[in-house]
């Protein structure tokens, strides 16, 4: 997300930590909706277990800054697109 603009650091961070253990942030693409979600992994995704916990909520607020995120996604569409695209396989 090095040419996106971004509404803190901390989210720029969890975008970067998709398929991470713990929470992320992962920008989906349905059809012509762009969205964030928030996402949470009891496991990295290249780990084995018997086990994983995930779960996915999609967001329209900053957790850690309360910003409206619809402008982040209007300053950035083309490139959030692309990042959606690059991490489907990621998606609940």
Same mark, same amino acid.
């Given at each position: 997300?090095?040419?996106?603009?971004? =509404? =803190?650091?901390?989210?720029?961070?969890?975008? %970067? &930590?998709?398929?991470?253990?713990?929470?992320?942030?992962?920008?989906?693409?349905?059809?012509?909706? *762009?969205?964030?979600?928030? $996402?949470?992994? %009891?496991?990295?995704? %290249?780990?084995?277990?018997?086990?994983?916990?995930?779960? $996915? $909520?999609?967001?329209?607020? =900053?957790?850690? =800054?309360?910003?409206? *995120? $619809?402008? *982040?996604?209007? &300053?950035?569409?083309? &490139? *959030?697109?692309?990042?959606?695209?690059?991490?489907?396989?990621?998606?609940?």
């Amino acid at each position: 997300m090095k040419n996106i603009n971004s =509404c =803190c650091d901390t989210f720029l961070w969890k975008v %970067s &930590e998709i398929g991470k253990k713990g929470l992320s942030i992962i920008p989906i693409k349905e059809s012509d909706i *762009l969205y964030f979600a928030l $996402q949470g992994r %009891s496991h990295d995704v %290249s780990e084995v277990a018997d086990k994983h916990s995930m779960f $996915q $909520q999609a967001i329209r607020f =900053c957790p850690w =800054c309360g910003k409206d *995120l $619809q402008n *982040l996604i209007t &300053e950035n569409k083309i &490139e *959030l697109a692309k990042l959606a695209e690059l991490n489907k396989k990621y998606a609940l």
